[in-house]
């Protein structure tokens, strides 16, 4: 396919790119001659890799208003556009031609409020907190600050939104583009995000049509002769942020041109939702303070029956782990003892042992049995004894039982109360022969614990009638 004769460029001059289509010293738009040492779109690759590129702003969009042909803006510019090159734009502008705009006050603080009004209209889930910071997950899969709400960039009076789904406005100016230049490009849609782990913002994609978001290199070598296993290259995030050198955030050029990276694809391909990963697979779903509350609720989640323990070991220094949360949050933690029964003969001593209806095959095939003890015996509970000391001992003794469970439950152990050693307790010289332990420390109770047979299921957010306030 020919390509269309190029404009005439304009003089350079130094300075950003702005508006009217002068451009920085060196740069080259899509049409014009390449600057010195530039890198030029000799197509060919490298193993996969472009041996070149360009990449090129294309200056002169000007504003962009609700009810814009994007598409004719881009392509009026355009006449230099060649087959193969990948456009580069800046959401606010497909924001803006698509109306994704809400009013908010002049004012500061009434513009602040309308934005975090807007972020929460945007967000599905709250990933992190932090005094008004919020890092959120949006419709669209994407976890990113503010849900993309910005205020920079447009009218005092208005706050711009992502597009309502930017895959489709990519395939959609695509097309556009093709039919109006007749020439195959690729869209990219990008915008502009912060990193785990990183200081600092970069562009990213968020939609993109006519290429494949990812390049697998699984099943290939290195040069070295090793395997590639995991490396998967986010070829469109690639792109944004290279596109971005030459857009800038202040300079008025919402739409960059690279040349050079290979043939673009016949179809529209997956997009780049194919880059969000989903919740379930994420490691990092979670700020810190966000997955420590989450934790905290899951302990209580992890009261489960005795039948839904797993037969997977437990390794031992996971319980030890939870034996020093134990002793650290129980009352007089001194005290406290916690043993571990591993032996088939102690368990079936214990069986024996224990008072009332316990579940003998839950002793025998639990993947942790621990017994708790206390080092000083207390006074036996008498059921009808109402002395606030005798209360307040019995209360002291569940606490500590309590922790125990949960201790367990925060390293992902789900447990159950074989018994509870408070009104009946078993011999305490027989159960010291039993275990090996004095004959003098008191039997507080009896855990089973192991990992989940299945996966845990918080309780509902909501508490529907079960919560009052007056």
Not at 436 to 444: E, K, M
Request: with cysteine; aromatic share 2%; glycine share 10%.
């Amino acid at each position: 396919m020919a390509e269309p004769a190029a404009p005439a460029g304009p003089s350079p001059r130094p300075g950003p790119a702005t508006p009217g289509g002068t451009e920085p010293t060196g740069a080259a738009t899509p049409g014009g001659t390449e600057p010195t040492g530039a890198a030029n779109s000799g197509g060919t690759e490298r193993a996969g890799a472009a041996t070149r590129i360009e990449v090129l702003p294309l200056a002169g969009i000007g504003e962009v208003t609700p009810g814009d042909d994007l598409g004719a803006m881009i392509a009026k510019l355009g006449a230099g556009l060649r087959d193969d090159d990948i456009l580069v734009v800046t959401s606010k502008i497909v924001s803006k031609a698509e109306g994704r705009l809400v009013p908010a006050p002049a004012d500061p603080e009434g513009r602040e409020a309308a934005r975090q009004e807007a972020v929460t209209a945007e967000t599905v889930r709250v990933v992190a907190t932090r005094g008004r910071t919020r890092i959120v997950q949006t419709r669209h899969g994407l976890v990113l600050a503010a849900a993309g709400v910005d205020a920079s960039n447009v009218d005092t009076s208005q706050l711009v939104l992502l597009p309502v789904d930017p895959d489709a406005s990519a395939r959609a100016l695509r097309a556009e583009l093709g039919a109006r230049l007749g020439i195959r490009v690729a869209v990219v849609v990008t915008d502009t995000m912060g990193r785990t782990w990183r200081n600092g913002q970069t562009d990213v994609a968020i939609g993109a049509a006519g290429l494949a978001p990812l390049r697998d290199h699984r099943g290939q070598t290195d040069p070295y002769g090793n395997d590639l296993s995991v490396t998967a290259a986010a070829v469109i995030d690639e792109l944004a942020a290279a596109a971005d050198l030459v857009k800038g955030k202040t300079s008025g050029v919402p739409v960059a041109v690279v040349r050079g990276l290979g043939p673009v694809a016949a179809d529209d391909g997956p997009g780049a939702a194919a880059l969000v990963r989903p919740s379930a697979e994420d490691m990092f779903s979670l700020g810190t303070a966000e997955a420590r509350a989450a934790g905290r609720r899951d302990v209580l989640a992890a009261r489960l029956a005795g039948d839904e323990l797993s037969d997977e070991p437990v390794p031992d220094p996971a319980v030890r782990r939870a034996v020093v949360v134990m002793r650290g949050q129980a009352s007089e933690p001194d005290l406290w003892r916690y043993v571990r029964v591993s032996s088939p003969a102690a368990r079936r001593a214990l069986t024996e042992l224990l008072p009332g209806e316990i579940d003998t095959d839950l002793v025998s095939r639990a993947p942790v049995l621990l017994v708790v003890f206390r080092t000083e015996s207390m006074d036996a509970f008498d059921l009808d004894d109402e002395d606030p000391e005798m209360i307040a001992a019995v209360l002291r003794q569940m606490d500590g039982i309590a922790c125990a469970a949960d201790a367990l439950a925060a390293e992902g152990l789900v447990h159950v109360m074989v018994t509870p050693g408070l009104i009946d307790p078993p011999d305490p010289v027989a159960l010291g022969a039993a275990l090996d332990v004095p004959a003098s420390w008191q039997f507080l109770g009896a855990i089973a614990a192991g990992f989940p047979a299945h996966p845990v299921v918080p309780a509902d957010d909501d508490p529907s009638d079960a919560y009052l306030e007056r």
